[in-house]
């Protein structure tokens, strides 16, 4: 069973920086991409980012050159690096887990999501 748990979450001002972490367990590396979307309340899930197992990344134009995903495969461990919040980056982001970037980022429906983590960024 896929386990992800993200941490790291919190409110800040715009233009400060978090960084968010998802601890996976319960698969092996090349089973799944891992990625990340998130959720405004009352708004559609909207993808973040993915990163595929060579490396290779995929961003929504919105974070583009703002944020960074990264993964630590000895640690299990996907990161998100957030700079320049906005406003707009206000919600819930959720660690997810999918046979393609494509299915996390593009349609944000993962086989696999954790519980969420709350970003708040006042202007």
């Known amino acids: 069973q896929v386990q992800l748990v993200e941490s790291g979450g919190g409110s800040v001002q715009a233009g400060s920086s978090l960084r968010l972490s998802c601890a996976a367990s319960?698969?092996?590396?090349?089973?799944?991409?891992m990625g990340w979307f998130r959720q405004a309340p009352g708004k559609e899930r909207e993808g973040v980012a993915c990163i595929r197992d060579d490396g290779s990344t995929i961003y929504a134009d919105s974070v583009k050159g703002r944020f960074t995903i990264s993964q630590d495969n000895a640690k299990n461990t996907l990161y998100l690096q957030m700079n320049s919040l906005k406003a707009e980056d206000t919600a819930m982001y959720y660690c997810?887990?999918?046979?393609?970037?494509?299915?996390?980022?593009?349609?944000?429906?993962?086989?696999?999501r954790g519980q969420g983590t709350q970003v708040t960024v006042s202007s």
């Open positions: 319960g698969y092996t590396d090349s089973d799944y991409y």
């Open positions: 997810s887990a999918g046979t393609s970037c494509w299915q996390i980022v593009v349609l944000s429906r993962p086989n696999y």
